[in-house]
């Protein structure tokens, strides 16, 4: 089991970047795919992107591509959300979360679904400002 601690989240107007963090500890870090995503007041938890262990490809929201950038990196057990160009329509809680790869398949963003997902961050706050 992997666990999750974001970290990164705040304030920001809109045009302006926020950078997410996502420390991992725990077993099998290298077997999951790994990403994020975001729940606004009164919406379903949402997949924002996600990245395989494995090949390495990415995977986007399509409102957030060509904004958004997802990036880990093994050896620290890090995972990261680049997000640029913010609008209000970003603001929302933000999740780190990781797919166990040996146990899914997972070949697209839909792949990475709330059923599947059992590691979970607590989640960390991003407001945007008009």
């Known amino acids: 089991q992997v666990q999750l601690v974001e970290s990164g989240g705040g304030l920001v107007q809109t045009g302006g970047s926020l950078r997410l963090s996502c420390t991992a500890a725990g077993v099998g870090f290298d077997y999951h795919a790994t990403g994020w995503f975001r729940q606004a007041p009164g919406k379903e938890r949402e997949a924002v992107s996600s990245?395989?262990?494995?090949?390495?490809?990415?995977y986007y929201l399509e409102s957030v591509k060509g904004r958004f950038i997802v990036s880990r990196n093994n050896a620290k057990k890090m995972v990261y959300l680049q997000m640029n160009n913010l609008s209000p329509e970003d603001t929302a809680v933000y999740y780190c979360?990781?797919?166990?790869?040996?146990?899914?398949?997972?070949?697209?963003?839909?792949?990475?679904?709330?059923?599947?997902?059992?590691?979970w961050g607590q989640g960390t706050q991003v407001t945007v400002s008009s």
């Open positions: 990245m395989s262990s494995n090949t390495g490809r990415e």
């Open positions: 979360a990781a797919l166990d790869e040996r146990l899914h398949d997972y070949n697209s963003l839909n792949d990475f679904s709330l059923n599947a997902i059992r590691s």
